[in-house]
C-alpha cells in the first residue's frame, strides 16, 4: 500500500501564515471572552482584542513580506554584479 506524501505545514507558507492568522484571532477572542465575563462588560474586550489581534497579524504580514521582497533585491542585485 502506498501512503501519500506528507507535506509539512511551513510557517513561511500560505497555509502556515493563514492558521497563524486564524489561531491568534481566536486566541485574543478567547481572552477578550475571558476578559468581558470577569468585567461584566459583553462584547466590548471581544471586539477590542480581536480587532487589536487582526491588525497586529496584518503588521506582522506587512513586515514578513518587506523583509523577503528586500532579501530577493539583494539578492537580485548580487546576481546583477556577478554577472557581467
Given at each position: 500500500m502506498?501512503l501519500l506524501?506528507?507535506k509539512?505545514?511551513d510557517a513561511?507558507s500560505?497555509?502556515g501564515?493563514?492558521?497563524?492568522?486564524?489561531?491568534?484571532?481566536?486566541?485574543f477572542?478567547?481572552?477578550?471572552?475571558?476578559v468581558?465575563?470577569?468585567?461584566?462588560?459583553h462584547?466590548?474586550?471581544m471586539?477590542?482584542l480581536?480587532l487589536?489581534?487582526?491588525?497586529?497579524?496584518?503588521?506582522?504580514?506587512?513586515y514578513?513580506?518587506d523583509l523577503?521582497m528586500?532579501?530577493h533585491?539583494?539578492?537580485?542585485a548580487a546576481?546583477?554584479r556577478?554577472?557581467r
Amino acid at each position: 500500500m502506498k501512503l501519500l506524501p506528507r507535506k509539512r505545514i511551513d510557517a513561511d507558507s500560505n497555509i502556515g501564515k493563514g492558521m497563524d492568522l486564524a489561531l491568534m484571532m481566536l486566541v485574543f477572542l478567547g481572552l477578550g471572552y475571558l476578559v468581558d465575563r470577569w468585567l461584566g462588560t459583553h462584547p466590548v474586550f471581544m471586539i477590542a482584542l480581536s480587532l487589536l489581534g487582526f491588525a497586529g497579524q496584518i503588521t506582522k504580514l506587512c513586515y514578513d513580506y518587506d523583509l523577503k521582497m528586500k532579501a530577493h533585491e539583494a539578492e537580485r542585485a548580487a546576481t546583477a554584479r556577478g554577472g557581467r
